[in-house]
């Protein structure tokens, strides 16, 4: 995608003159080549102004209320930008940045990236169901690259609207690969003050990658149009046959289609631009922009192409024994529609879709939890177990985070149907030497005290399997270049040996650190930051899911029952209400340590408040236990009374949601099971912003973990 625009790129070093030409073109002062200001910029000010876009707006419009309102299209190209999206997620992660899908009509699809900035950017409704072109918002990139068809980055005071100056957005348009027509547009924004250049290239590149998969996926629908439109054309007979795709282009004629239309100018190329739409629209006609083709509506038909439920497309049926004829173009009445019928193709005539399994199950029936949080983490991790493409597990201490790196490796193995080792090294707690050693193995006589014949590392030990290292970001700086080179080349040397050794085997590491800001730091290496992060799961907390906290109490209760020999132990209502409200910095850990002492020491078979452990009883006496226990003790925003009306439930069912989770509107929409976009259409509807801010300013309890 080529950079027609002359300056797609901002200046940050001229923010200052771009802010005095903002003033000064409200002011009606503005004249060219003040402030240095790129015309495209100028040119979009003068379209937002023509439009009056209020200059003083703080956020943009929301236009929709979520997934259920899409159109097909919006949907097609959602599932094309999905793995695109997914990468986003991954590296974005804490980078400051996040990323955007928008449609043709600058409606945002969805969002990814560093989960702070996509908290800061809800204040401008930069979120899914959100209007972003600049007949909503102003000049910024994803509206402005839609109107100019081209990419753009747009930065600071540029922005046409005031509320939106403190963000530099970049982004460029998606075409749809069969016409060439405008699809939508990826952008990628972050706040002014992290100014980054490159992004305009990476959205490019990743517009680029979307438009390639709609390619792919615009070709599998026609592969299995034609497989089961195939037969209807050649055994047409003497009848035309035209076959159009599932948006009303012509995809196929037979060769008595134009025969038949009696017509040598609608051939070739013509015939070509026919649509299906043409044929319902006009009056007996069929539009080719340079002549028409008078039908007889009651002898064509129109048949569905039906595959697995989905409709591919149209074919219509243009008998011989009609008569047609070229006529000019004049106002008829409507004439009656062509029949259409519907055609159900064999199934086996498309590929069968493939199940959709939950969470849970096979080899992740280990990972014990419901909550939307880990299911969205075995979801990915069932999408990425059947490569061999490396793995990164982000997560606090104590999350599981090993259980999880050993339920990928066996969905890996029930998936090829093989066996082989699963390796674990926790690269915390052990001094560089003896990690190297571990890693890499050693020869005979390598060093004073080796073991005779040597050792084999865990490298070696994982060819063939998979490589878990535990706590990554605690491996030695100068221990690092020599385990990427292990990577890059897929062969290790044993200390004390000049001759490597092939390996091959899957790398999946975990941490709890925030390797962007050790790689700042200089405390971990770039090059291999980006080896291993190539994608990146992020398990969550226990205070993150704690519904799932019972069916761990369960889990646990009986695992070691069995393990201590045992019988299992009832467990006191007013004990599960406490392990429920404890924030669990130990996360997994904590949890499985506490009931295992409480297993071993609880008197009668039932597990009591005094049986708890000391922590936790601590935090009992100190009313210290509900992690959200100053939700109680904030002052009534609304009534609890009953509610009179419906529109009085709802609003009260949102308002306490909202104080449950400390007005955090992402946090109530997943509660809630809502899209964010239809929070914020309910907060506006019920003017409850003030209660909100009221809200947000008591102080939170800081959670430790």
Same mark, same amino acid.
């Given at each position: 995608?080529?950079?027609?625009?002359?300056?797609?790129?901002?200046?940050?070093?001229?923010?200052?003159?771009?802010?005095?030409?903002?003033?000064?073109?409200?002011?009606?002062?503005?004249?060219?080549?003040?402030?240095?200001?790129?015309?495209?910029?100028?040119?979009?000010?003068?379209?937002?102004?023509?439009?009056?876009?209020?200059?003083?707006?703080?956020?943009?419009?929301?236009?929709?209320?979520?997934?259920?309102?899409?159109?097909?299209?919006?949907?097609?190209?959602?599932?094309?930008?999905?793995?695109?999206?997914?990468?986003?997620?991954?590296?974005?992660?804490?980078?400051?940045?996040?990323?955007?899908?928008?449609?043709?009509?600058?409606?945002?699809?969805?969002?990814?990236?560093?989960?702070?900035?996509?908290?800061?950017?809800?204040?401008?409704?930069?979120?899914?169901?959100?209007?972003?072109?600049?007949?909503?918002?102003?000049?910024?990139?994803?509206?402005?690259?839609?109107?100019?068809?081209?990419?753009?980055?747009?930065?600071?005071?540029?922005?046409?609207?005031?509320?939106?100056?403190?963000?530099?957005?970049?982004?460029?348009?998606?075409?749809?690969?069969?016409?060439?027509?405008?699809?939508?547009?990826?952008?990628?924004?972050?706040?002014?003050?992290?100014?980054?250049?490159?992004?305009?290239?990476?959205?490019?590149?990743?517009?680029?990658?979307?438009?390639?998969?709609?390619?792919?996926?615009?070709?599998?629908?026609?592969?299995?149009?034609?497989?089961?439109?195939?037969?209807?054309?050649?055994?047409?007979?003497?009848?035309?046959?035209? *076959?159009?795709?599932?948006?009303?282009?012509?995809?196929?004629?037979?060769?008595?289609?134009?025969?038949?239309?009696?017509?040598?100018?609608?051939?070739?190329?013509?015939?070509?631009?026919?649509?299906?739409?043409?044929?319902?629209?006009?009056?007996?006609?069929?539009?080719?922009?340079?002549?028409?083709?008078?039908?007889?509506?009651?002898?064509?038909?129109?048949?569905?192409?039906?595959?697995?439920?989905?409709?591919?497309?149209?074919?219509?049926?243009?008998?011989?024994?009609?008569?047609?004829?070229?006529?000019?173009?004049?106002?008829?009445?409507?004439?009656?529609?062509?029949?259409?019928?519907?055609?159900?193709?064999?199934?086996?005539?498309?590929?069968?879709?493939?199940?959709?399994?939950?969470?849970?199950?096979?080899?992740?029936?280990?990972?014990?939890?419901?909550?939307?949080?880990?299911?969205?983490?075995?979801?990915?991790?069932?999408?990425?177990?059947?490569?061999?493409?490396?793995?990164?597990?982000?997560?606090?201490?104590?999350?599981?985070?090993?259980?999880?790196?050993?339920?990928?490796?066996?969905?890996?193995?029930?998936?090829?149907?093989?066996?082989?080792?699963?390796?674990?090294?926790?690269?915390?707690?052990?001094?560089?030497?003896?990690?190297?050693?571990?890693?890499?193995?050693?020869?005979?006589?390598?060093?004073?005290?080796?073991?005779?014949?040597?050792?084999?590392?865990?490298?070696?030990?994982?060819?063939?399997?998979?490589?878990?290292?535990?706590?990554?970001?605690?491996?030695?700086?100068?221990?690092?270049?020599?385990?990427?080179?292990?990577?890059?080349?897929?062969?290790?040397?044993?200390?004390?040996?000049?001759?490597?050794?092939?390996?091959?085997?899957?790398?999946?590491?975990?941490?709890?650190?925030?390797?962007?800001?050790?790689?700042?730091?200089?405390?971990?290496?770039?090059?291999?930051?980006?080896?291993?992060?190539?994608?990146?799961?992020?398990?969550?907390?226990?205070?993150?899911?704690?519904?799932?906290?019972?069916?761990?109490?369960?889990?646990?209760?009986?695992?070691?029952?069995?393990?201590?020999?045992?019988?299992?132990?009832?467990?006191?209502?007013?004990?599960?209400?406490?392990?429920?409200?404890?924030?669990?910095?130990?996360?997994?850990?904590?949890?499985?340590?506490?009931?295992?002492?409480?297993?071993?020491?609880?008197?009668?078979?039932?597990?009591?408040?005094?049986?708890?452990?000391?922590?936790?009883?601590?935090? *009992?006496?100190?009313?210290?236990?509900?992690?959200?226990?100053?939700?109680?003790?904030?002052?009534?925003?609304?009534?609890?009374?009953?509610?009179?009306?419906?529109?009085?439930?709802?609003?009260?069912?949102?308002?306490?949601?909202?104080?449950?989770?400390?007005?955090?509107?992402?946090?109530?929409?997943?509660?809630?099971?809502?899209?964010?976009?239809?929070?914020?259409?309910?907060?506006?509807?019920?003017?409850?912003?003030?209660?909100?801010?009221?809200?947000?300013?008591?102080?939170?309890?800081?959670?430790?973990?």
């Amino acid at each position: 995608m080529p950079f027609l625009n002359a300056q797609p790129y901002s200046n940050p070093s001229q923010d200052s003159q771009i802010v005095r030409a903002w003033r000064a073109f409200l002011r009606g002062e503005y004249h060219a080549g003040l402030g240095n200001l790129r015309p495209v910029v100028g040119f979009s000010w003068q379209r937002c102004h023509d439009a009056h876009v209020n200059p003083n707006q703080q956020n943009a419009p929301i236009l929709g209320e979520g997934a259920d309102m899409l159109s097909s299209i919006q949907k097609e190209l959602l599932d094309a930008s999905l793995p695109v999206m997914k990468e986003a997620r991954a590296y974005l992660a804490e980078s400051g940045s996040i990323m955007a899908l928008a449609d043709a009509q600058a409606r945002i699809l969805r969002t990814e990236g560093d989960t702070r900035t996509l908290g800061l950017a809800e204040n401008i409704h930069f979120l899914p169901g959100a209007g972003w072109g600049e007949q909503d918002c102003g000049t910024n990139a994803i509206g402005t690259a839609l109107a100019i068809g081209q990419p753009i980055q747009v930065h600071s005071a540029e922005h046409y609207c005031e509320g939106i100056q403190r963000w530099t957005c970049s982004a460029a348009v998606i075409r749809n690969p069969v016409d060439n027509a405008i699809a939508g547009a990826v952008d990628l924004s972050g706040l002014s003050s992290s100014y980054v250049r490159q992004n305009l290239a990476l959205a490019v590149q990743m517009a680029g990658r979307i438009e390639s998969r709609l390619m792919e996926a615009e070709l599998q629908w026609r592969y299995r149009l034609l497989d089961a439109a195939m037969d209807r054309l050649s055994d047409a007979g003497r009848d035309g046959v035209l *076959l159009f795709d599932r948006r009303g282009r012509l995809l196929k004629a037979n060769d008595k289609a134009g025969q038949v239309l009696m017509d040598s100018s609608l051939t070739g190329r013509r015939l070509a631009s026919l649509t299906l739409e043409a044929v319902a629209r006009f009056e007996g006609r069929i539009d080719t922009s340079c002549s028409s083709v008078r039908l007889d509506f009651d002898a064509v038909r129109q048949e569905a192409v039906v595959v697995n439920g989905h409709t591919l497309g149209t074919v219509v049926i243009v008998p011989a024994r009609s008569r047609y004829q070229a006529a000019e173009a004049v106002p008829h009445a409507a004439p009656a529609m062509p029949r259409a019928t519907a055609w159900n193709a064999q199934a086996n005539h498309g590929p069968q879709e493939q199940q959709q399994t939950g969470a849970g199950k096979g080899a992740f029936a280990s990972v014990v939890g419901r909550s939307a949080a880990i299911a969205q983490a075995i979801a990915t991790a069932r999408q990425l177990a059947p490569s061999r493409v490396s793995v990164l597990l982000l997560g606090d201490t104590g999350v599981g985070k090993e259980v999880f790196a050993k339920a990928l490796h066996d969905e890996h193995m029930l998936a090829s149907g093989k066996t082989a080792p699963f390796v674990a090294i926790n690269c915390g707690g052990m001094s560089r030497e003896l990690l190297s050693s571990e890693l890499f193995g050693y020869a005979e006589g390598a060093f004073t005290g080796a073991r005779r014949g040597g050792m084999v590392g865990k490298i070696e030990a994982a060819d063939g399997g998979t490589l878990f290292l535990d706590e990554i970001g605690e491996m030695p700086l100068d221990l690092q270049p020599h385990f990427l080179r292990v990577l890059e080349e897929s062969e290790v040397h044993r200390l004390g040996e000049t001759r490597p050794r092939k390996v091959n085997f899957r790398l999946v590491a975990a941490t709890h650190r925030n390797l962007q800001e050790e790689v700042r730091a200089g405390r971990f290496r770039m090059d291999l930051f980006y080896r291993i992060a190539v994608t990146t799961i992020r398990l969550p907390s226990l205070c993150d899911r704690q519904g799932d906290i019972s069916l761990l109490v369960m889990h646990y209760l009986q695992q070691l029952a069995d393990i201590h020999q045992v019988a299992r132990p009832a467990i006191a209502p007013q004990v599960l209400d406490a392990l429920q409200a404890y924030a669990w910095p130990g996360n997994v850990r904590e949890l499985r340590n506490a009931l295992e002492a409480m297993v071993l020491t609880c008197k009668g078979g039932m597990i009591e408040l005094p049986d708890l452990p000391h922590t936790l009883l601590q935090a *009992l006496e100190t009313c210290q236990l509900p992690r959200h226990a100053e939700v109680a003790a904030m002052p009534p925003v609304v009534s609890v009374a009953p509610a009179a009306t419906l529109a009085d439930g709802e609003r009260d069912a949102l308002m306490r949601s909202i104080r449950l989770c400390h007005g955090n509107l992402t946090a109530v929409a997943k509660q809630l099971g809502i899209a964010k976009s239809t929070v914020y259409l309910k907060v506006q509807r019920y003017q409850l912003q003030g209660a909100i801010d009221a809200i947000r300013r008591i102080p939170a309890r800081r959670e430790v973990g």
